[in-house]
């Protein structure tokens, strides 16, 4: 009973070390690497890989299913087998590498990615279990990434979990634990972006964010030119089909401080200053 509590210590203490606890449900994968330890009985001692097929191959037992058990199955499967050969056998399962965990991520919203500064789509290796949020942490900037539409596919369906509300809002009630092979869809938000052209000192694409508006744009695009017609500024908005414009005095807005005729703008505006030489 003593050995069967230090060796399940052990399991537990290795497991954790390693970034993967028996008690946080991993499931062993292809590709992991296992040391197995067979109490009192050094010469059966062994690291294996788990192969592609997701077997393993351990000494009097021969090949044994591995990929899909935890830990603590795994070493019940053993132990089960070894019993035809050694007598008791108490048998330690340890993850000394995993190479299994496995996400991918899909779109051009990420960081890193060519144009919009944001990591290219590709395959992610976990060394512990990782949340939602940890991931997108690791990946950098979301100001490239329209997080209104990413999502998480898992086995084919597609999961709620509100990727904008949980970096923006803070909303960690829209966090998950990741698990093996989910595909993480993570858009571009070129589409959604402002545009800032005509009288101002620099032309500009801006990320949308919520509470900008007309003049907080021209802000950041250096102001209004000296030709500018500060009360000639149009905010060109796409709604459906239809494509509405916006008039903006914005040279009454700065005189007068009056922030409630400003224009509170929406994803994918185009705010337009006109030129004019009087």
């Not at 058990?69 to 070493?75: C, F, G, I, M, V």
């Not at 899909?106 to 990591?119: F, H, I, K, T, V």
């Not at 990946?139 to 596919?153: E, F, P, V």
């Not at 744009?217 to 509405?244: H, M, P």
């Amino acid at each position: 009973m003593k050995k069967a509590l230090v060796t399940a210590w052990l399991v537990l203490l290795v497991c954790t070390l390693s970034g993967i606890s028996a008690g946080e449900g991993y499931v062993i994968g292809d590709e992991d690497l296992l040391q197995l330890s067979v109490w009192g009985n050094p010469e059966l001692n062994v690291q294996v890989p788990v192969r592609p097929d997701g077997m393993i191959s351990f000494p009097l037992v021969g090949d044994v299913k591995a990929s899909g058990l935890s830990p603590q199955e795994l070493k019940a499967v053993l132990e089960k087998e070894l019993s035809r050969f050694v007598k008791t056998p108490v048998v330690s399962v340890m993850i000394t590498a995993v190479n299994s965990f496995k996400v991918y991520v899909l779109g051009d919203g990420m960081p890193g990615a060519a144009a919009s500064g944001a990591a290219a789509s590709g395959v992610i290796t976990l060394k512990r279990n990782t949340s939602l949020l940890q991931l997108l942490a690791q990946l950098g900037s979301m100001r490239g990434a329209d997080l209104k539409n990413s999502y998480i596919l898992r086995d084919r369906k597609r999961l709620s979990n509100d990727f904008f509300k949980l970096v923006v809002k803070g909303d960690v009630s829209q966090d998950i634990q990741l698990k093996p092979n989910d595909t993480l869809f993570i858009p571009d938000n070129f589409e959604k972006r402002i545009m800032v052209i005509g009288a101002v000192k620099t032309p500009i694409v801006l990320q949308y964010r919520e509470g900008l508006t007309a003049l907080d744009a021209i802000l950041n695009a250096g102001g209004f030119t000296e030709f500018a017609r500060q009360n000639d500024v149009l905010v060109v908005r796409k709604s459906g089909k239809e494509t509405i414009n916006i008039e903006a005095r914005m040279k009454d807005v700065i005189r007068d401080g009056d922030i409630s005729k400003d224009v509170p703008l929406m994803p994918g505006d185009l705010v337009i200053i006109k030129t004019g030489m009087f």
